[in-house]
């Protein structure tokens, strides 16, 4: 099977190979046997897509499933109140199977539907509800990593578990994962001031008995840092609360990352940590900008989140956008080179897709993860150059200009 169009790739950072009238020849299962830059001979099935773009598709590691109902809600509002107002609340109310099943099904539609096929997702505390939301994100065709929260402390009302209820939850949502093939559990401490040293411990001991990957957030806020150093004091930098126990591990993803210094930096660099830059959550909520363009050069991985719901945006090119505009408003306040366009497909695309162990670009034996994108609405110039419109697309597509996404070698829209 061959699908021909103008490919846009990206194997490195803020560099595009660009092949129109390109061609990607895949295998019955949907994997990658060749990226090719024209037609070749034979009489292979050929979906002739045009001129239209087939790019990677894109990857969201940071995003809290159950806060996508309060989308664009509390904007004014710094972290902690923030939390506190909306979204502890809203997450109580996932205790309602019926209730996730609705939340969790608009999700997983609008992921795919957005070119979303690969993501590190936060659900609630809630076993069950976590499991709804696995199957959903299964069923519409979405492949990653989905984590049931644990939180036996600060949780507010109807939401916190104690530290036993925690380990016997988060044992028997493990156990209930095996059913699932593209969607893979990850550990999910909330907060360091979300979850007692116990718990933390024991969190820690379980992801390196089982190989387990770990996601949570890192000094996003100014009055966070200062609460974790209260409940710390033994620790000099946030960091260290994950990395006492056993929880600052290579498999880690790190969202925000907003005021972390050169110290900090080194630290995620040397254990192989990867941070998710959430650029539209950090400045919604007045967290700051994150110093991409120094972590980047000093050898961190970086990753894009929506951050869905202190984010605004679900659909990733507009996620691309906002990291490439608060790198505008590092370089005013802070000199930093701004992120490119291409930078940012690198970060959305390959960037996130390498963190799953997939090769980068469109990678020979690897299961096709692509959209397909008619920019004819936007584009208006047709001597426009591949990355020219990629550049446009990025910033000007909607959703209902993706034609067809494929996701682990299966198309899916």
């Not at 103008?6 to 895949?26: A, D, H, M, Q």
């Not at 990653?144 to 949502?173: A, C, F, H, I, P």
């Not at 059913?179 to 401490?189: G, V």
């Not at 008995?209 to 033994?234: C, F, M």
């Amino acid at each position: 099977m061959i699908l021909r169009g103008t490919i846009v790739t990206t194997t490195e950072l803020g560099k595009l190979t660009c092949l129109p009238g390109g061609c990607l020849r895949l295998d019955e299962q949907g994997t990658v046997l060749e990226c090719l830059p024209e037609l070749p001979g034979g009489q292979e099935p050929v979906t002739d897509y045009g001129d239209r773009l087939i790019l990677q598709s894109f990857s969201d590691l940071h995003l809290h499933g159950p806060q996508f109902p309060q989308v664009g809600m509390g904007m004014d509002l710094p972290l902690l109140d923030w939390l506190n107002t909306y979204t502890f609340p809203l997450e109580a109310r996932f205790a309602d199977l019926n209730y996730a099943r609705s939340v969790y099904e608009r999700l997983a539609k609008a992921l795919i539907d957005g070119g979303t096929t690969r993501v590190a997702m936060f659900s609630s505390l809630h076993t069950d509800a976590t499991l709804v939301l696995m199957e959903e994100l299964e069923r519409a065709g979405v492949t990653g990593y989905v984590g049931k929260v644990n939180m036996d402390r600060n949780g507010g009302v109807n939401l916190q578990e104690t530290t036993e209820e925690s380990k016997r939850e988060t044992l028997r949502w493990l156990e209930s994962c095996q059913q699932f093939r593209h969607i893979q559990p990850i550990l999910t401490p909330r907060f360091t001031p979300s979850c007692t040293d116990e718990l933390m411990a024991w969190l820690g001991n379980l992801a390196q008995e089982r190989g387990l990957p770990v996601q949570s957030h890192l000094s996003e806020n100014d009055a966070e840092i200062a609460w974790v150093r209260e409940l710390h004091p033994d620790c000099a930098q946030y960091w260290e609360t994950y990395h006492k126990y056993g929880l600052w591990v290579p498999r880690t993803l790190m969202a925000h990352c907003v005021h972390s210094d050169r110290r900090e930096r080194t630290a995620m660099r040397d254990h192989g940590v990867t941070v998710v830059h959430c650029a539209d959550s950090n400045l919604n909520l007045c967290s700051g900008t994150a110093p991409v363009r120094q972590l980047l050069q000093e050898g961190v991985n970086v990753v894009l989140g929506s951050d869905i719901a202190g984010g605004a945006q679900l659909f990733m090119p507009q996620v691309m956008t906002a990291s490439i505009r608060a790198s505008k408003i590092r370089a005013m306040t802070h000199g930093d080179a701004p992120l490119s366009a291409a930078e940012g497909y690198y970060l959305g695309t390959t960037a996130g897709q390498q963190f799953f162990g997939a090769a980068p670009g469109f990678g020979v034996g690897e299961k096709l993860h692509a959209v397909v994108v008619d920019d004819s609405r936007f584009a208006m110039d047709p001597k426009r150059t591949p990355e020219e419109r990629l550049e446009r697309a990025l910033y000007q597509m909607e959703p209902a200009d993706i034609v067809a996404v494929w996701s682990d070698g299966r198309k899916v829209k």
